[in-house]
């Protein structure tokens, strides 16, 4: 058996060869090809542990998701402010955004702002002391 997901809405398991398949079987997450189970996600077939979001890069088992470029996504995935990339775990939340500690940078001196009191400075997050 294995099991398909369609816009991120897993269809019922099926029998490999009741399916006409004419897809490729290389994996988008590895280059590798795909025999057996895999996932269907984004037109394409995926290992189970190369189906991961693009941004934090954490196997995304839940029904839903959306994609970027034909890239998933989890729903709740958080990007940095600073680098971009996904935020899982220990964070700084300012400014209305996501940061992962070390990407949370003051503007004036590019260190690293902690112990939560920081100014605003167009827009941009500084250490209270520089000017």
Not at 3 to 15: L, Q
Not at 86 to 94: I, Q, R
């Amino acid at each position: 058996y294995q099991r398909r997901v369609h816009g991120g809405i897993e269809d019922a398991p099926f029998h490999v060869g009741c399916v006409a398949d004419t897809e490729s079987n290389t994996c988008p997450g590895c280059g590798i090809d795909v025999p057996g189970n895999y996932i269907k996600a984004i037109g394409k077939k995926w290992h189970a542990d190369c189906f991961k979001c693009t941004s934090c890069e954490i196997p995304i088992i839940e029904k839903e998701f959306y994609s970027v470029s034909e890239q998933p996504r989890h729903l709740d995935c958080k990007l940095c402010g600073g680098c971009g990339k996904g935020v899982s775990g220990a964070s700084t939340e300012a400014l209305n955004k996501h940061w992962h500690t070390e990407c949370f940078l003051c503007s004036k001196c590019h260190k690293i702002i902690s112990g939560g009191k920081f100014r605003v400075v167009n827009g941009n997050a500084c250490h209270v002391k520089c000017k």
